[in-house]
């Protein structure tokens, strides 16, 4: 299903629609286990088709937290973001390696040239969304536009 033209706020109640409904088919299979009945495979499918449906709400949820606050951070910051996205990891961590590096190479201080920004939002009384922002300074873009090769 797509999702990607929904409010924060339509997504966040088909959120806890969809984790409701995770949770009582949950309930379920541990019912059913308990009585010593196993699984069946519809009820499995369905369990995974629900948990791969909360991964895709709360994904576009934090695109959506992602994209407004690069747009916020960059007028704020008076500065250029390079990468946003929610569930922080190596990824955040690999782009803010490449920038200090290449702020390196320019002869600038990558502590003033290059930050790295978390940003929390709440969505539903009890969820939220962690966003990193990797951000460069414009005088760091202004380099690295040079290095770029026309003819790629």
């Known amino acids: ?25 949950q ?26 449906d909360c991964r895709k709400i709360v994904r576009t949820i934090e ?21 946003a996205r929610g569930d922080i990891d190596a990824d955040h961590s690999d ?3 490449e920038c200090i590096a290449e702020a390196d190479q320019a002869g600038l201080s990558p502590e003033r040239h290059v930050k790295f920004i978390t940003k929390s939002y709440k969505y539903y009384p009890q969820n939220q969304a962690e966003i990193g922002f990797v951000l460069i300074s414009k005088r760091l873009q202004t380099y690295l536009d040079t290095l770029e090769d026309p003819f790629d």
Request: overall charge negative; aromatic content about 6%; charged content about 40%.
């Open 1 to 25: 299903m797509d999702y990607s033209t929904e409010s924060i706020e339509d997504l966040a109640r088909r959120l806890e629609e969809v984790k409701n409904k995770l949770f009582t088919l």
């Open 63 to 83: 695109h959506i937290f992602a994209n407004t606050g690069k747009e916020k951070l960059e007028k704020e910051t008076d500065m250029i973001c390079v990468f």
């Open 27 to 52: 309930d379920q299979i541990a019912l059913e286990k308990k009585s010593g009945t196993d699984c069946t495979e519809e009820d499995t499918i369905r369990l995974k088709n629900l948990r791969t």
């Open 95 to 97: 782009v803010m390696d």
